[in-house]
T-cell receptor
Framework: AQKVTQAQTEISVVEKEDVTLDCVYE???????LFWYKQPPSGELVFLIR??????QNEISGRYSWNFQKSTSSFNFTITASQVVDSAVYFC????????????????FGKGTKLTVNP | DGGITQSPKYLFRKEGQNVTLSCEQN?????MYWYRQDPGQGLRLIYY???????QKGDIAEGYSVSREKKESFPLTVTSAQKNPTAFYLC?????????????FGPGTRLTVL
């Protein structure tokens, strides 16, 4: 069965530090998608990025970057020059077809990493 | 504005009472989902629906029920059979069941059972 592991429960950094959030996944499928979501204190999840299993190119969006490595089943997220507004819980998620549900797709989430950026 | 609304934001109920959480979307999405979030835990899927009048159980469906009579609405009922209902409940939707669609989330309802 698919599984997402975010080993870091909580991380605390000082503003302007770089920080990397780890995500390791397990899947038997060759076609799958990986996602990162941000959950600020307000509670609503905000979509950050989607990556398909055939595209291993790293991606950069402003201060955010993602490193996808199929060889290690990892999809790590780095925030460069962190800011207080980056404080949130970050979730990594895996989308995979579920044969037992007639091919229906489900999103499996990791337990999240709580990032605190101190001024 | 297009989006997902959940009401109420905070809900208090006495033990043994059923309670229904509202979820409405005006994004014209086919698929809708209910998740439960407990402190220090990730999101766990309760139920999902990929089309009107059809829904499937997720990983923790026991003690919950849903309906999907309209495309834009997917209410969740927390029944008295749910042993530990106090949690944060998130509703989400996506355009369809295709693997690569991200899910859009509502603001959540925090349910406390006294």
């Amino acid at each position: 069965a698919q599984k997402v592991t975010q080993a870091q429960t909580e991380i605390s950094v000082v503003e302007k530090e770089d920080v990397t959030l780890d995500c390791v996944y397990e899947t038997r499928d060759t076609t799958y998608y990986l996602f990162w979501y941000k959950q600020p204190p307000s509670g609503e999840l905000v979509f950050l990025i989607r990556r398909n299993s055939f595209d291993e190119q790293n991606e950069i969006s402003g201060r955010y970057s993602w490193n996808f490595q199929k060889s290690t089943s990892s999809f790590n997220f780095t925030i460069t020059a962190s800011q207080v507004v980056d404080s949130a819980v970050y979730f990594c998620a895996l989308s995979e077809a579920s044969p037992e549900q007639g091919g229906s797709e489900k999103l499996v989430f990791g337990k999240g990493t709580k990032l605190t950026v101190n001024p | 504005d297009g989006g997902i609304t959940q009401s109420p934001k905070y809900l208090f109920r006495k033990e043994g009472q059923n309670v229904t959480l509202s979820c409405e979307q005006n994004l014209n999405h086919d698929a809708m989902y209910w998740y439960r979030q407990d402190p220090g835990q990730g999101l766990r899927l309760i139920y999902y629906s990929q089309i009107v009048n059809d829904f499937q159980k997720g990983d923790i469906a026991e003690g919950y029920s849903v309906s999907r009579e309209k495309k834009e609405s997917f209410p969740l009922t927390v029944t008295s059979a749910q042993k530990n209902p106090t949690a944060f409940y998130l509703c989400a939707s996506s355009p369809d069941r295709v693997l690569d669609n991200e899910q859009f989330f509502g603001p959540g309802t925090r349910l406390t059972v006294l």
